[in-house]
């Protein structure tokens, strides 16, 4: 069983950044992929980015170059680092967790979910 919290979203102007955080529960952290997600207001939620335990990382297109993935298996935390911010960046973030070795963008591959964090940029 595993257990995520996530934290340091908040409101930010355009351009801005901010960095997210997820602590995980449970001693096999580092045997999960971890990911981040986010749903917009009217919107399904979509893939963000996610990394192996071997550090393999993958971003959905629209964050790319903006976005930067990262885990501390000593610390079981995710970080999602979140630069030059737009404001269809404004979503709640969610991160997750996948007993499997290989990254995935399929919501359905992950088994544990936070309870999200608010991001919300203005212009």
């Known amino acids: 069983q595993v257990q995520l919290v996530e934290s340091g979203g908040g409101l930010v102007q355009a351009g801005g950044s901010l960095r997210l955080s997820c602590k995980a529960s449970?001693?096999?952290?580092?045997?999960?992929?971890m990911a981040w997600f986010r749903q917009a207001p009217g919107k399904e939620r979509e893939f963000v980015a996610a990394i192996s335990r071997y550090g393999v990382t993958i971003y959905a297109d629209s964050v790319k170059g903006r976005f930067t993935i990262s885990r501390d298996n000593a610390k079981n935390t995710v970080y999602l680092q979140m630069n030059s911010l737009k404001p269809e960046d404004t979503a709640v973030y969610y991160c997750?967790?996948?007993?499997?070795?290989?990254?995935?963008?399929?919501?359905?591959?992950?088994?544990?979910w936070g309870q999200g964090t608010q991001v919300t940029v203005s212009s």
């Open positions: 997750a967790a996948g007993y499997r070795s290989v990254v995935t963008t399929t919501e359905g591959e992950y088994d544990y």
């Open positions: 449970g001693r096999s952290f580092g045997s999960h992929v």
